[in-house]
């Protein structure tokens, strides 16, 4: 073997320390592209999450101000015939438990009436809306629960009369009965400490 060789081969391997150095870097390499890949991750779930809660808001938002300006003050019945107490409350149990009128029923093909009783609340750190196609059930109508947004921790309703507010509103069961609150603040605080308010106009 010539001394020519014996230099091309020693020039042709790595030594230990060029190994390390050459994985270390690699190693730099890789968990920069891990943290940016994961960054990127978290930047899209936290976008996607943000944009379903606004597109929950924005539904919520809807209903809620087209139940609240469709409202009539109709007499109604439990599911077994007892009559109601109220045909409106807010506030408590609920965070509103009306009828509603302007449903729509193109021609007339459905086989029932233009009202619906709507019922809002929070249940499970979600706000809830239910619909029961019948004004006055029976024990086994379908109830249509409705999520619309979740990570709802608390919920609180102003009732506005002119510059007087109330937590609470109840209108009894009287067929003379009418609105003198005009305005329904809805505040709603989410798991993540964010706070939402929206007002709303009631029916006169």
């Known amino acids: 073997m010539t001394a020519e060789s014996s230099v091309l081969r020693h020039d042709a391997g790595f030594t230990l320390v060029e190994v390390l150095v050459a994985m270390f870097i690699f190693s730099l390499i890789s968990v920069g592209t891990f943290y940016a890949m994961t960054s990127a991750?978290?930047?899209h779930d936290r976008v996607k999450a943000a944009n379903q809660r606004l597109a929950g808001i924005e539904t919520a938002r809807t209903l809620i101000k087209s139940d609240l300006a469709n409202v009539v003050l109709t007499p109604t019945r439990d599911p077994y015939g007892t009559q109601?107490?109220?045909?409106?409350?807010?506030g408590v149990d609920d965070l509103f438990n009306l009828t509603r009128t302007s449903r729509d029923n193109p021609g007339g093909l459905d086989r029932r009436g233009d009202l619906q009783r709507v019922v809002y609340r929070v249940e499970d750190a979600a706000l809830i809306?239910?619909?029961l196609a019948q004004t006055n059930p029976a024990p086994r109508t379908d109830t249509i629960r409705q999520t619309l947004l979740s990570g709802v921790e608390r919920a609180v309703v102003e009732f506005f009369e002119n510059d007087l507010s109330y937590n609470q509103l109840y209108i009894g069961n009287d067929?003379?009965?009418?609105?003198?609150?005009?305005r329904v603040r809805l505040t709603l605080t989410f798991t993540d400490g964010d706070q939402l308010s929206q007002d709303f106009e009631l029916a006169p």
């Open 41 to 43: 991750v978290d930047s």
């Open 84 to 90: 109601s107490l109220y045909v409106f409350s807010g």
């Open 129 to 131: 809306r239910e619909v």
């Open 175 to 182: 067929p003379d009965a009418t609105f003198s609150h005009n």
